[in-house]
């Protein structure tokens, strides 16, 4: 079955400017991630959605947002961007997080 | 507050010898403990977990709650281990829902 599918796979925009990355989830799977990479901070959680809901929300900014449509798509918006957002975002998918996520190869971000 | 630390950015080793990439955590209450692999240019991929007790690729891990550590062990290192590994740990109080990563350690296995 077709994994976790991020688009698009680069983005370079300017300071100021927002964008919005997509996430689809293996088919199936409830339970959607956002996790930021770079490498001084390493992986770190962004938020969770399950079931179009908001269920955990890590430590970044409101300029971070995101959301769950009803076929479990999701969406993560950042506004106002700044240099320091330029990172890897990735999206994991689950059908039981207990048992662990299915990640996506990522949104490579570059804030110019 | 959850923290999961890998004391070794690199281990470097040679084909055959045996492996321990280390990870140690902190939680108050009863965690979910994950090894990930990443592959060179490939996505991140779920190694082991500890809730399945398997060996995968011939690695383990034991939860030590003592010690507070989830090592990873292989008794004979191949050429095509050499990648980035990263502990993570999921915990009750976000229902199992966020992974806390360590920063992950990058084994290199020498011909």
């Known amino acids: 079955k077709a994994g976790v599918t991020q688009t698009p796979r680069y983005l370079i925009k300017t300071r100021g400017q927002q964008v919005t990355l997509s996430c689809s989830p293996i088919?199936?799977?409830?339970?959607v991630s956002w996790y930021q990479q770079t490498p001084g901070q390493g992986l770190q959680f962004l938020f969770e959605y399950f079931s179009e809901t908001q269920r955990n929300k890590g430590n970044f900014p409101g300029r971070f947002s995101g959301r769950q449509f009803s076929n479990s798509r999701s969406e993560m918006n950042v506004s106002t961007l700044e240099l320091g957002d330029s990172a890897l975002y990735l999206c994991?998918?689950?059908?039981?997080?207990?048992?662990?996520?299915?990640f996506g190869s990522g949104t490579r971000l570059t804030v110019v | 507050a959850q923290r999961v630390t890998q004391p070794e950015k690199l281990l470097s080793v040679f084909k055959g010898a045996p492996v321990e990439l280390k990870c140690n955590y902190s939680y108050s209450g009863s965690p979910e403990l994950f090894w990930y692999v990443q592959y060179s240019r490939q996505r991140l991929q779920l190694l082991l977990r500890?809730?399945s007790r398997e060996s995968i690729k011939g690695f383990t891990a034991d939860l030590n709650k003592g010690e507070t550590s989830f090592h990873l062990k292989k008794p004979f290192a191949q050429e095509e281990d050499s990648a980035m590994y990263y502990c993570?740990?999921?915990?009750?109080?976000?229902?199992?829902?966020?992974?806390?990563f360590g920063k992950g350690t990058m084994l290199l296995v020498s011909p």
């Open positions: 994991a998918s689950s059908a039981d997080s207990y048992y662990g996520y299915t």
């Open positions: 993570a740990l999921s915990g009750h109080g976000s229902g199992y829902s966020t992974l806390t």
């Open positions: 500890h809730i």
């Open positions: 088919s199936g799977h409830r339970s």
